[in-house]
């Protein structure tokens, strides 16, 4: 039996279909667990899964008028449409004018004071873009591929995203809540099953969206971010994208 919420539900008084299934699931196989604590790992879950699989994806295109630099990918647009409860894990790709743009740690002074067409640009923890040089008089078309993932207030996570990736939510939530100490659904033995399969199901969700990163007949090429080279851009590793 689930336990009354304390604060308003984190998902919303309507869950859909597909996360009501989630919700019923994870109150069966977690006997005595509360819906704040249900909803809360759940969240966390899904916010590690989709940072570290990229497996929710969206593009953009943006009119960039100079002198503007920095663009905020805050209440990311998709289809027209703010979704207010995901935020950019990182860009995918980046290109104005249809030129693909290098990301980089950071930019000098005099780069920065330039006034022409964009050629790198960095991407910062608060989710700002800052295109460098900057764009000329002409202005531009700025094209943002990024992954996504739920933002800790008002999460959003789209159905088709539940769907095809309940199995792996659920392994997280409940490797989360077996975790727990001293509660009525805690057990060590499972939480280690469960943890394997959410690393492998994570691992299975990175391996077919990393087949996306050659789109438009390009040659396919690992994700920069995550080859081992490594970057500063965000915190795990060192370097930009070559090639």
């Given at each position: 039996?689930?336990?009354?919420?304390?604060?308003?539900?984190?998902?919303?008084?309507?869950?859909?279909?597909?996360?009501?299934?989630?919700?019923?699931?994870?109150?069966?196989?977690?006997?005595?667990?509360?819906?704040?604590?249900?909803?809360?790992?759940?969240?966390?879950?899904?916010?590690?899964?989709?940072?570290?699989?990229?497996?929710?994806?969206?593009?953009?295109?943006?009119?960039?008028?100079?002198?503007?630099?920095?663009?905020?990918?805050?209440?990311?647009?998709?289809?027209?449409?703010?979704?207010?409860?995901?935020?950019?894990?990182?860009?995918?790709?980046?290109?104005?004018?249809?030129?693909?743009?290098?990301?980089?740690?950071?930019?000098?002074?005099?780069?920065?004071?330039?006034?022409?067409?964009?050629?790198?640009?960095?991407?910062?923890?608060?989710?700002?873009?800052?295109?460098?040089?900057?764009?000329?008089?002409?202005?531009?078309?700025?094209?943002?591929?990024?992954?996504?993932?739920?933002?800790?207030?008002?999460?959003?996570?789209?159905?088709?995203?539940?769907?095809?990736?309940?199995?792996?939510?659920?392994d997280g939530t409940l490797t989360r809540l077996y975790e727990q100490p001293g509660k009525p659904f805690s057990n060590a033995a499972l939480a280690m099953v469960h943890a394997k399969r959410f690393r492998a199901r994570i691992s299975?969700?990175?391996?077919?969206?990393?087949?996306?990163?050659?789109?438009?007949?390009?040659?396919?090429?690992?994700?920069?971010?995550?080859?081992?080279?490594?970057?500063?851009?965000?915190?795990?590793?060192?370097?930009?994208?070559?090639?």
């Open positions: 039996m689930s336990g009354v919420i304390s604060s308003p539900p984190l998902f919303g008084a309507s869950p859909s279909a597909t996360l009501q299934q989630m919700w019923n699931t994870i109150r069966v196989r977690a006997a005595g667990v509360t819906d704040e604590q249900m909803q809360i790992e759940f969240l966390q879950a899904a916010r590690d899964f989709f940072s570290e699989s990229l497996a929710w994806q969206n593009d953009q295109s943006l009119a960039i008028a100079a002198p503007t630099t920095t663009v905020s990918t805050a209440g990311w647009l998709a289809g027209g449409t703010v979704i207010t409860g995901a935020e950019v894990v990182a860009p995918l790709d980046v290109r104005f004018n249809d030129i693909s743009l290098a990301p980089v740690a950071a930019v000098s002074d005099t780069a920065a004071a330039e006034v022409n067409t964009p050629q790198v640009y960095t991407f910062n923890l608060s989710g700002l873009i800052t295109l460098v040089p900057q764009p000329n008089s002409a202005g531009g078309t700025l094209h943002i591929f990024v992954g996504l993932r739920p933002t800790i207030v008002t999460p959003v996570i789209p159905d088709v995203q539940l769907s095809q990736w309940f199995d792996g939510l659920l299975k969700a990175r391996d077919i969206a990393n087949r996306g990163f050659g789109r438009g007949g390009a040659p396919w090429s690992f994700p920069y971010f995550a080859n081992g080279s490594g970057a500063n851009l965000w915190g795990w590793g060192k370097g930009v994208r070559s090639g």
